[in-house]
């Protein structure tokens, strides 16, 4: 039978390759080194493919690693190939790795539907119920110009959590952990990085993010410096940052390397200068998972440990160069904060008068007139979600609060959504909803491990207290 399928998906590989250069060829302008390009990112998704069915699915885990701390702006000089399409090298203007999870995601739900078992499919069927709806509306409001955006910020990210989802019982808790402790590896090199910039005042990639023609660029930094990183703006910095710190409450158990954790990743917020993260930040550094009201030693050691923590913050904040940009914001209104509320107001009044079908993802084209001086800017994703889809939006939203409700740490991941909500993140093509999804998908994979834990624990008649879950989970 295992022979069969081998076979099976070596027929299935070669074709989809087979499909890919017919595609490729029909077009007749593309160049020789685009061709290869796209090979590169193709071949890519392949072989993670194969390496996880070999070495085991949390590999695939990983492949989100590149579309979530290598900022869009950044595909040309990195990956030669201009997200924008300036450059003839990006055919369907997304990041070159979602190129390759468009291979995985292809591969894994063909497999899924091959091995499907009659339980358990509710979420993969309304994930991918989501998928077909968000492409019929975009047709339907007959706005082609959106396909990218649709393609990279909500097709994508749906389907990267359906095949996290599909294989989350295929994969230990200790194989997660490890994951989990790669990403934390990860943005802390991102922190001390982040303070080397934000002392000379200098970035590494400053060319290629003045070389692509971001807007945001030359207004990030008028209170003062705010660091971009490899990851791009500073809210997306900031994002990456709180994702972390709810990763480590996911993962680390000691509470002293936990909060020494949570410190760092303050600090890198505070040099993002953001004020929204900031609060956010702090809800995050206090939270306890305990459900237990009872007050307890342990408890109350945790919480007096976060507070400290918080306190040596805001020494580094009010005592250090490092909090200058983000006290000079506070209490400043600037104008990306009136360009909110124009976007409010203009939203409410016409409110009523948006098509059915909405714009299709086509408001990343388009210009909205305020009145005859003023244009509207975007800086609301949730809005610019309206208009796209108008009324199927609270579809999306619904399919959203699901999946956190069936989510452990829900808390957390609602924090993490309200931050995404307090700027521009999904609203234009933009790497943030891939962060979502995948903090999504490890939520859930700690929901189901402690399901299965306490279910297994009740059959065999132990004791399912909430000491024995932490124990079995971290």
């Given at each position: 039978m295992n022979g069969n399928l081998n076979k099976l998906y070596s027929w299935i590989i070669i074709i989809l390759i087979s499909f890919f250069q017919i595609i490729v060829a029909i077009r007749g302008t593309v160049l020789i080194d685009q061709i290869l390009l796209l090979n590169v990112f193709f071949f890519i998704g392949i072989v993670l493919f194969l390496v996880s069915e070999i070495r085991g699915?949390?590999?695939?885990?990983?492949?989100?690693?590149?579309?979530?701390?290598?900022?869009?702006?950044?595909?040309?000089?990195l990956y030669l190939m201009d997200f924008y399409g300036e450059n003839t090298q990006n055919i369907l203007g997304i990041h070159p790795f979602a190129i390759s999870l468009i291979v995985?995601?292809?591969?894994?739900?063909?497999?899924?539907?091959?091995?499907?078992?009659?339980?358990?499919?509710?979420?993969?069927?309304?994930?991918?119920?989501?998928?077909?709806?968000?492409?019929?509306?975009?047709?339907?409001?007959?706005?082609?110009?959106?396909?990218?955006?649709?393609?990279?910020?909500?097709?994508?990210?749906?389907?990267?959590?359906?095949?996290?989802?599909?294989?989350?019982?295929?994969?230990?808790?200790?194989?997660?952990?490890?994951?989990?402790?790669?990403?934390?590896?990860?943005?802390?090199?991102?922190?001390?990085?982040?303070?080397c910039e934000y002392l000379f005042k200098s970035n590494v990639f400053e060319v290629g993010?003045?070389?692509?023609?971001?807007?945001?660029?030359?207004?990030?930094?008028?209170?003062?410096?705010?660091?971009?990183?490899?990851?791009?703006?500073?809210?997306?910095?900031?994002?990456?940052?709180?994702?972390?710190?709810?990763?480590?409450?996911?993962?680390?158990?000691?509470?002293?390397?936990?909060y020494i954790l949570l410190l760092i990743m303050l600090i890198g917020i505070f040099l993002t200068g953001s004020r929204a993260a900031l609060l956010i930040a702090i809800l995050v550094m206090i939270y306890n998972e305990k459900s237990s009201n009872i007050i307890d030693v342990k408890k109350i050691k945790s919480l007096g440990v976060s507070f400290f923590s918080l306190m040596i913050a805001t020494v580094v904040l009010f005592t250090t160069s490092f909090g200058n940009t983000l006290l000079n914001r506070i209490g400043f209104e600037d104008n990306s904060s009136q360009a909110r509320l124009i976007l409010v107001d203009y939203f409410f009044k016409n409110l009523g008068h948006v098509s059915l079908n909405g714009l299709g993802y086509a408001t990343e084209n388009i210009k909205i007139k305020y009145d005859a001086y003023?244009?509207?800017?975007?800086?609301?994703?949730?809005?610019?979600?309206?208009?796209?889809?108008?009324?199927?939006?609270?579809?999306?939203?619904?399919?959203?609060?699901?999946?956190?409700?069936?989510?452990?740490?829900?808390?957390?991941?609602?924090?993490?959504?309200?931050?995404?909500?307090?700027?521009?993140?999904?609203?234009?093509?933009?790497?943030?909803?891939?962060?979502?999804?995948?903090?999504?998908?490890?939520?859930?994979?700690?929901?189901?491990?402690?399901?299965?834990?306490?279910?297994?624990?009740?059959?065999?008649?132990?004791?399912?207290?909430?000491?024995?879950?932490?124990k079995n989970l971290l």
């Open positions: 699915k949390h590999i695939l885990y990983l492949s989100v690693i590149p579309i979530m701390y290598i900022s869009l702006l950044l595909t040309d000089d995985i995601i292809f591969l894994e739900t063909l497999k899924w539907l091959l091995h499907t078992k009659k339980r358990n499919i509710l979420i993969p069927l309304l994930t991918i119920s989501m998928v077909f709806i968000v492409i019929i509306l975009s047709l339907l409001s007959g706005n082609g110009g959106g396909f990218s955006l649709l393609l990279h910020n909500y097709v994508l990210p749906f389907g990267t959590f359906f095949v996290l989802f599909v294989i989350k019982d295929q994969i230990e808790v200790t194989k997660i952990k490890s994951i989990l402790n790669i990403y934390i590896i990860i943005s802390v090199l991102i922190v001390v990085y982040a303070i993010f003045k070389n692509s023609g971001a807007l945001w660029f030359d207004s990030v930094s008028r209170e003062g410096y705010r660091v971009k990183t490899i990851i791009g703006h500073p809210l997306d910095n900031a994002a990456v940052f709180i994702f972390t710190m709810i990763v480590i409450h996911m993962n680390i158990r000691k509470e002293t390397y936990k003023n244009t509207i800017i975007l800086e609301n994703p949730w809005i610019i979600l309206y208009f796209d889809l108008s009324y199927f939006m609270f579809i999306y939203l619904i399919f959203l609060l699901y999946l956190i409700y069936k989510s452990r740490y829900s808390f957390l991941l609602i924090l993490f959504v309200i931050y995404l909500s307090s700027y521009n993140s999904f609203g234009v093509k933009n790497n943030m909803n891939f962060v979502l999804y995948l903090l999504l998908a490890f939520g859930y994979f700690f929901n189901y491990q402690q399901n299965i834990f306490v279910t297994n624990t009740l059959e065999s008649g132990d004791d399912c207290n909430e000491r024995n879950i932490e």
